[in-house]
């Protein structure tokens, strides 16, 4: 018997309709949303609207936070054709760890407002897709046990840095913990005014224990202490320094990796002070606003950094094109918050792994399509500024 070529297609798709991926596919809600975008209507639909407007909401006129998406739509892409592209490799290296993509997973506090134990839910999925994730704090016991990321940097703001004793025993643990980096946030020495936050008389306590139930009307019971306007800004010690950092790199063998630069000038005192690495942040523009999109700040702090220790970026990251576009212009590797919160609000932990899978497979097909086999030949001249002319 002939088995033409129409029988050959006929009986793939016979096999693809029948195959348990295809039905589990299908049956699945979690392969409903199509991107990351449809994973944030899932997570609105949701939450509690006060849930939703700590995870997405950005500070004062969130003009930063509208910055972050629009230079995207800036940066055009400068394909190349006739490249082989059969296999798309994005593999990369950080601090002599490997990692199967340049996608990191942000910090972001308050997770048990979108998902109970939400910290361990995404560790358990950073563990799973092999992330790394900049931990936030509260899962010492499921690190050590190796269940969760594999691959993790603590998280730090400062407070554990106030003394040389705090600043020792904080290293030391996290070295004998086998954490593989410090992720010092130096962006956040004031709490900034998130407006929708203030008008929800939001009480940043539930944003640690989860939000309370409200009551048969649909009132929160009145927050003790709600985020508020006009109270004038004070710490009661120093905040950290310069001086900080120098201290803090000299103390551990761990790299230390500062978060939340914006300018050339910081990014070469990064280097001078001892830092490993940088990530451009504005935070997901939820502190200072006003500071423009990170993707306008990373091509003076690469400069400023000329190659001596890695830059990577995070803020309004939402598809494989954006990624693309900031490792072309000299990211090492992009960082990502409320992606994987969307994920984690709408499906726990598998939502995460789906969010990373979905952004991590995005970023493969643009690589394909642009003509870009792997990292290593990525580079500025893969996009070009809307406009700006090339000859
Ligand atoms: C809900 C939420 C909580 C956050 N908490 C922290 C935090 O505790 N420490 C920190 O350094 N950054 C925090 N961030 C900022 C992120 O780490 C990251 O810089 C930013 O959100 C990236 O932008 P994206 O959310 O558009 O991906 C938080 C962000 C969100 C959305």
Aim: charged share 25%.
């Amino acid at each position: 018997m002939r088995f033409s070529r129409r029988d050959a297609v006929r009986a793939l798709f016979a096999w693809a309709a029948g195959s348990p991926f295809t039905l589990a596919q299908d049956d699945d809600p979690l392969y409903g949303p199509v991107n990351v975008f449809d994973f944030a209507r899932l997570a609105k639909a949701k939450l509690d609207p006060l849930a939703w407007d700590y995870l997405d909401g950005g500070s004062e006129d969130e003009a930063a936070l509208h910055d972050n998406r629009e230079i995207f739509n800036k940066l055009i892409i400068r394909p190349r054709m006739l490249v082989d592209v059969h296999k798309i490799d994005l593999s990369t290296e950080l601090f002599g760890k490997k990692l199967d993509y340049p996608i990191l997973l942000d910090p972001a506090g308050g997770k048990n407002c979108f998902f109970p134990n939400g910290e361990a839910a995404v560790a358990m999925a950073a563990g799973n897709a092999k992330a790394l994730h900049i931990v936030n704090g509260g899962i010492d016991e499921l690190l050590e046990s190796g269940k969760g990321s594999k691959v993790w940097w603590q998280l730090t703001t400062g407070g554990q840095l106030q003394s040389q004793q705090t600043m020792r025993s904080f290293v030391k643990r996290l070295e004998a913990q086998g954490c593989s980096g410090i992720c010092f946030t130096v962006d956040i020495m004031h709490v900034s005014h998130r407006e929708r936050d203030i008008r929800n008389k939001l009480e940043r306590a539930w944003c640690e224990t989860g939000l309370p139930k409200r009551d048969a009307q649909g009132r929160m019971p009145p927050a003790k202490n709600p985020w508020r306007a006009g109270v004038y800004p004070s710490r009661p010690f120093p905040t950290p320094t310069w001086n900080t950092l120098r201290e803090l790199c000299s103390m551990t063998r761990l790299p230390v990796v500062v978060k939340g630069i914006l300018i050339g000038e910081d990014g070469a005192r990064a280097v001078e002070y001892g830092a490993a690495g940088v990530i451009v942040s504005n935070h997901g523009a939820r502190q200072l606003d006003h500071v423009g999109a990170t993707m306008e700040a990373l091509p003076e702090v690469v400069k400023a950094i000329n190659g001596r220790i890695p830059v990577m970026i995070d803020g309004g990251f939402r598809r494989g094109t954006d990624i693309l576009k900031a490792l072309a212009l000299g990211a090492k590797a992009v960082a990502v918050a409320r992606p994987y919160l969307y994920g984690l609000a709408a499906f726990g932990q598998r939502g995460v792994e789906r969010v990373i899978e979905l952004l991590r497979a995005e970023l493969a097909l643009d690589m394909g399509l642009a003509g870009v086999a792997n990292l290593a030949a990525i580079d500025k001249s893969l996009v070009r500024f809307r406009g700006e002319s090339l000859w």
